[in-house]
């Protein structure tokens, strides 16, 4: 398990952090304090993924941004709730954009289809993924302290542990994500 978190464990940051990530660089920083990856190499990947993701998104909403909102469901049921969000913090947004889980790709896409300068987007987009980085990853080192603190030999433990703080992980995204769509319907029904 060791050698395949070690090979492959960077491209994952790297993809998840493309996508949405708080997952995967979690982990990365959970398994930096086990000993399987450094992490300022996750903090690097994090940083490479989520901006890359972020200019991706951005470049798409620029270029095609009106049809992938029309074509799309999943986009358009989020498009109110995006719209609050830009109409409320107005630029702001573009730095707190990586925060928002669950309508990153949306907001950002929306934010393509704006009239906004390329080298605001970039200046606050290279602020916000090295800022969301930084965090994140040193709360994946934080709580991989606690999995030390309460396993003194984690290499006698490793099969267990490394599922199980995936799986914590991961029940802790998914329910984090039910909460906001419960908000969303909430706030916007069942539209």
Same mark, same amino acid.
């Given at each position: 398990?060791?050698?395949?978190?070690?090979?492959?464990?960077?491209?994952?940051? +790297?993809? %998840? =952090? #493309?996508?949405?990530?708080? @997952?995967?660089?979690?982990? /990365?920083?959970? $398994?930096s &304090?086990?000993?399987?990856?450094?992490?300022?190499?996750?903090?690097?990947?994090? +940083?490479? %993924? =989520? #901006?890359?993701?972020?200019? @991706?998104?951005?470049?798409? /909403?620029?270029? $095609?941004? &009106?049809?992938?909102?029309?074509?799309?469901?999943f986009?358009?049921?989020?498009?109110?709730?995006?719209?609050?969000?830009?109409?409320?913090?107005?630029?702001?947004?573009?730095?707190?954009?990586?925060?928002?889980?669950?309508?990153?790709?949306?907001?950002?896409?929306?934010?393509?289809?704006?009239?906004?300068?390329?080298?605001?987007?970039?200046?606050?987009?290279?602020l916000?993924?090295?800022?969301?980085?930084?965090?994140?990853?040193?709360i994946?080192?934080?709580?991989?302290?606690?999995?030390?603190?309460?396993?003194?030999?984690?290499?006698?433990?490793?099969?267990?542990?490394?599922?199980?703080?995936?799986?914590?992980?991961?029940?802790?995204?998914?329910?984090?994500?039910?909460?906001?769509?419960?908000?969303?319907?909430?706030?916007?029904?069942?539209?």
């Amino acid at each position: 398990m060791e050698s395949y978190i070690a090979k492959y464990g960077y491209i994952g940051v +790297f993809i %998840g =952090t #493309f996508l949405e990530g708080e @997952t995967t660089v979690l982990l /990365g920083g959970i $398994f930096s &304090k086990l000993g399987y990856m450094s992490i300022w190499t996750v903090m690097l990947y994090a +940083f490479a %993924g =989520t #901006f890359a993701g972020d200019c @991706t998104f951005f470049a798409i /909403g620029r270029f $095609f941004g &009106k049809n992938i909102i029309e074509r799309f469901d999943f986009i358009r049921k989020r498009v109110p709730l995006a719209n609050k969000v830009i109409r409320k913090y107005g630029n702001f947004i573009i730095f707190i954009i990586r925060f928002l889980v669950g309508i990153r790709a949306v907001i950002l896409i929306l934010l393509g289809c704006t009239n906004l300068k390329m080298s605001k987007f970039l200046t606050f987009s290279i602020l916000n993924s090295i800022t969301w980085s930084i965090l994140i990853s040193f709360i994946g080192f934080a709580f991989g302290q606690v999995v030390l603190v309460f396993v003194s030999d984690i290499k006698r433990y490793e099969s267990i542990i490394v599922p199980a703080v995936l799986v914590l992980v991961i029940v802790l995204i998914l329910i984090y994500r039910h909460i906001v769509k419960e908000k969303e319907k909430k706030a916007y029904g069942n539209e």
